[in-house]
DNA sequence: GGGATTTTTGGTAGCGCAACCAAAATCTGA
DNA sequence: TCAGATTTTGGTTGCGCTACCAAAAATCCC
């Protein structure tokens, strides 16, 4: 007795679904078992050249699109790789996002992306929810999380790497800049240049934790070198050229000293600076300005805008590099990448 | 005899996959069946309060997560959305995609991006790939695609939303607005205006053919009008800020009688206004200045620039409403949407 | 209070594919 | 020419979950 007999009685399907064209239609129809036309399609070349051919002039001529989620439930394998961001707004993101796009996609991967709009209670939810298609890594955005979510991640034993700033505590890869370091550099800097009254102009602080670290950083150096102070600007609007337009004139009123004025990043210091075109404002002869991120705009404004520049690209690049050999097996060369920052000294300060 | 005996033996895992916990093993240790465990996460409402909570616990004390795959594949059902658009570097597909991602996760849903460099062959190549995760609707930027592409859309029989512009021919719905008409509204306050020498400067034009038909728009309503010409400049760098910067220089040197100069996008014209800033070129008097799309910066610039405000993210929410509604089987209101334009007359012009 | 509902729980089968093992076909060398 | 090695093909089983159906428990109504 076949005890498997029940599951090849033939029998309509069960239940209201669509009747999609399957693997073994494509068999039948090419007059060969199922697990060749399996074969024909993922490893080619155990399959001789004849059925190979039968095999996809079969699929071609059927329309057959194979079921992924039937292929990834029973070889425990997915080729999706879950990338999570605090936001897509932020052409920053937007980079690394393509970096990695391109790099998991030339591998045969496709991205699933998740945005978390700076929730770290969301970007637990997004994990785990993610987690669920047995992905074959997972590419996380920053080093704060919390601890359920680093839990979770770690429990789930798949290879993590976190990108965007780089840190000594990750759950398990990192590749990144020192945003710390950025904001001592761009102080170290301006207070070269002469400037003596520092503001730092950020916005949504609270969320963003690396602009938060770049001012601690150019205020920590500050305060180490002496003679010179900071000051810190927030506003709670999103990040963008409009930002900087108002806060220039904002904060040259309400503190007359400020000298030289350091933006979370360049299209808010762009901002500022066309503003000071319009109304006339020195720049840097009134008040320098710098932002951060090397945006191509930085250059093209006048005066060009003194920047940090980051390897956003880069970033995704090596992020999905990394993840990827660990996937395969080789275990990467460094488990923490730190890719570093340029300062670009233009006219601005 | 029990045909399927062989199924309920005990064993140990088949192969070396991972040995998550299962929805069985919550149900072992909460002490109900596993088709409770499964109504407990999805249809709460359905289970006694007292089972519900303990299962709940269980799920948490294990730390389980739902394999999504099988649900699917058993339920014939996913909550991913794919949707395919062809660059990510062009703010104006992020700021779209930014309003699906925020309806479509409103909803439960996730998205699964994918981004085809605007070749059409690797459209066609990721439907057919995406489409594998029989995911309940695509949202797909475009309506121009391979007819391969357009069959194994329409023979999927999932509901499709194409957005971006708006057409006569779609595969299944359609949100966009007309890039013809807005070509032809730009040439016609330009006429206005007075310019009677009017470029159109474009990038990588073939693939973009939305750049292309506001440049149709432009050029058939100039020659309706009569009195005025035309004369398009293309570059084959990817579109920027640099390539405005450049290209202002260019045409004023190429062709000195151009008058009004009509960019593709706002970050192009942007890039003029800066270089005509810095050379010292006056906009509007020696050359008009126009863009597309209303990006923030446009209004920054000075001279402010005069654009064509394109609303996007609505784009976005009204394409992911649209597919959502027909998700949940209310057919919606109309197929077609044309979302329209708003022509912003500033002073570049 | 007893039958008819309604609510809550469980059993069974199978979604479509690939891993594992076995069998058949082909090739190799003396 | 034939045993043994190699390549190519096929059969069976189960991945983890949910649809469907049925049974049990709780509730209702007159």
Redesign the interface.
Not at 46 to 51: A, F, M, Q, R
Not at 98 to 123: F, H, K, N, P, V
Not at 175 to 180: Q, R
Not at 243 to 249: E, F, I, N, R, T
């Given at each position: 007795?076949d005890?498997?007999?029940?599951s090849l009685r033939p029998r309509e399907p069960r239940?209201g679904?669509?009747t999609?064209v399957t693997l073994s239609d494509v068999a039948a129809a090419a007059g060969v078992s199922p697990i060749t036309v399996s074969r024909a399609l993922n490893t080619p070349e155990t399959v001789s050249e004849v059925l190979r051919g039968r095999i996809n002039a079969t699929v071609e001529a059927l329309?057959y699109?194979?079921?992924?989620?039937?292929g990834?439930?029973a070889s425990?394998k997915?080729r999706?790789i879950p990338v999570i961001v605090p936001s897509?707004?932020n052409?920053v993101f937007?980079?690394v996002?393509?970096g990695i796009?391109e790099t998991i996609e030339a591998a045969g991967y496709?991205?699933?992306?998740?945005?978390t709009d700076y929730d770290l209670d969301r970007e637990a939810a997004l994990a785990?929810?993610?987690?669920?298609?047995?992905p074959p890594g997972v590419l996380l955005a920053g080093l704060r999380h919390l601890p359920r979510t680093a839990?979770?991640l770690k429990?789930?034993?798949v290879p993590v790497v976190e990108f965007m700033e780089y840190g000594a505590r990750c759950i398990d890869m990192n590749v990144g800049l020192s945003h710390v370091r950025a904001g001592a550099v761009m102080a170290a800097h301006l207070l070269e240049r002469g400037y003596r009254r520092i503001g730092f102009v950020g916005t949504r602080m609270r969320d963003d934790y690396r602009a938060r670290q770049r001012y601690e950083g150019m205020r920590r150096h500050i305060a180490e070198v002496g003679g010179a102070s900071d000051i810190l600007f927030e506003y709670p609007w999103g990040p963008?050229?409009?930002v900087g337009?108002h806060a220039l004139a904002d904060v040259l009123a309400a503190d007359p000293q400020v000298d030289a004025l350091f933006f979370a990043n360049d299209e808010m210091a762009?901002?500022a600076v066309?503003?000071a075109?319009?109304d006339g404002i020195a720049v840097p002869g009134r008040v320098a300005v710098a932002g951060f991120n090397g945006l191509?705009?930085s250059a093209?404004?006048?005066p060009a805008l003194t920047t940090i520049t980051s390897p956003r690209k880069e970033i995704g690049k090596q992020a999905a590099t990394m993840l990827l050999s660990r996937i395969n097996g080789t275990p990467p060369v460094q488990r923490r990448i730190d890719v570093g920052f340029v300062l670009e000294a233009r006219s601005s300060t």
């Amino acid at each position: 007795m076949d005890p498997s007999s029940a599951s090849l009685r033939p029998r309509e399907p069960r239940r209201g679904r669509r009747t999609a064209v399957t693997l073994s239609d494509v068999a039948a129809a090419a007059g060969v078992s199922p697990i060749t036309v399996s074969r024909a399609l993922n490893t080619p070349e155990t399959v001789s050249e004849v059925l190979r051919g039968r095999i996809n002039a079969t699929v071609e001529a059927l329309g057959y699109v194979p079921n992924r989620m039937a292929g990834a439930l029973a070889s425990a394998k997915t080729r999706v790789i879950p990338v999570i961001v605090p936001s897509l707004s932020n052409v920053v993101f937007v980079e690394v996002i393509e970096g990695i796009q391109e790099t998991i996609e030339a591998a045969g991967y496709q991205m699933l992306l998740g945005s978390t709009d700076y929730d770290l209670d969301r970007e637990a939810a997004l994990a785990s929810t993610l987690l669920g298609w047995a992905p074959p890594g997972v590419l996380l955005a920053g080093l704060r999380h919390l601890p359920r979510t680093a839990t979770l991640l770690k429990n789930a034993d798949v290879p993590v790497v976190e990108f965007m700033e780089y840190g000594a505590r990750c759950i398990d890869m990192n590749v990144g800049l020192s945003h710390v370091r950025a904001g001592a550099v761009m102080a170290a800097h301006l207070l070269e240049r002469g400037y003596r009254r520092i503001g730092f102009v950020g916005t949504r602080m609270r969320d963003d934790y690396r602009a938060r670290q770049r001012y601690e950083g150019m205020r920590r150096h500050i305060a180490e070198v002496g003679g010179a102070s900071d000051i810190l600007f927030e506003y709670p609007w999103g990040p963008g050229q409009e930002v900087g337009w108002h806060a220039l004139a904002d904060v040259l009123a309400a503190d007359p000293q400020v000298d030289a004025l350091f933006f979370a990043n360049d299209e808010m210091a762009v901002g500022a600076v066309l503003r000071a075109q319009r109304d006339g404002i020195a720049v840097p002869g009134r008040v320098a300005v710098a932002g951060f991120n090397g945006l191509p705009m930085s250059a093209l404004v006048t005066p060009a805008l003194t920047t940090i520049t980051s390897p956003r690209k880069e970033i995704g690049k090596q992020a999905a590099t990394m993840l990827l050999s660990r996937i395969n097996g080789t275990p990467p060369v460094q488990r923490r990448i730190d890719v570093g920052f340029v300062l670009e000294a233009r006219s601005s300060t």
